[in-house]
């Protein structure tokens, strides 16, 4: 008594001699199916990186502010004759010292 063929071999042997374009096919359909899980994949890592970089951005953004406003707190005219008083022990000259220098 011969035995029947397993239901995988019976598949394989049906795809091989007789289902060639449906094997083709679904070959094609796996190879999609990859490419769309890799090209997602792809595209969330992407935006992820994209989001980190937009954050580095606003925080160098915010950086920049503040140091732009200490640049202008340090370069007050108030502040810098203070310094120039207090550090350098320079004075304002009178009207009598002074002199105007023009062409």
Not at 9 to 27: A, C, E, M, Y
Not at 35 to 42: A, C, E, I, L, R
Not at 43 to 54: C, E, F, G, S
Request: no cysteine; aromatic share 2%.
């Amino acid at each position: 008594m011969e035995r029947a063929p397993g239901l995988s071999r019976q598949i394989f042997q049906d795809l091989t001699s007789v289902g060639k374009v449906p094997l083709v096919l679904l070959l094609l359909v796996l190879i999609s199916a990859l490419s769309v899980v890799f090209v997602t994949q792809q595209t969330r890592t992407a935006i992820a990186h994209q989001d980190q970089l937009l954050m580095e951005r606003e925080r160098l953004e915010v950086e920049w502010r503040n140091q732009i406003l200490e640049e202008h707190a340090l370069s007050e005219h108030s502040r810098v004759e203070s310094m120039a008083r207090n550090d350098q022990d320079m004075i304002r000259p009178d009207s009598r010292r002074e002199i105007i220098v023009s062409q």
